[in-house]
């Protein structure tokens, strides 16, 4: 089983940069692949990024491309969503989500857990 716990959201302006983290508990981390999902208010929970068991691979949905940077430090049991150039339709509640595959997909059911999630807040 694997607990995850995000940190890292605010309140910041458009073009700004913030960190996302996801700290995650259990021995198996490893065999995990990690994915962030944001739901923002009145819509449904969408795909961000994804990043494969050693980091070698990463997945983003396509308006993050360029902007969002996923990576991941099995050493620490985290995994980091690096959020760059931030405008205000990236606010949404951000959650990291573990799957026991080693393949990342991009629909939630997907996932066997979940962490509470982060706030983020971006103004115009």
């Known amino acids: 089983q694997v607990q995850l716990v995000e940190s890292g959201g605010g309140l910041v302006q458009a073009g700004d940069s913030l960190r996302l983290s996801c700290a995650a508990s259990?021995?198996?981390?490893?065999?995990?692949?990690i994915a962030w999902f944001r739901q923002a208010p009145g819509k449904e929970r969408e795909f961000v990024a994804g990043i494969s068991l050693s980091g070698g691979s990463t997945y983003y949905a396509d308006s993050m491309k360029g902007r969002f940077t996923i990576s991941r430090d099995n050493a620490k049991n985290t995994v980091y969503l690096q959020m760059n150039s931030l405008k205000p339709e990236d606010t949404a509640v951000y959650y990291c989500a573990a799957r026991l595959s080693i393949l990342v997909m991009t629909n939630q059911r997907q996932y066997d857990y979940w962490g509470q999630g982060t706030q983020v807040t971006v103004s115009s």
């Open positions: 259990g021995r198996t981390f490893g065999r995990h692949t």
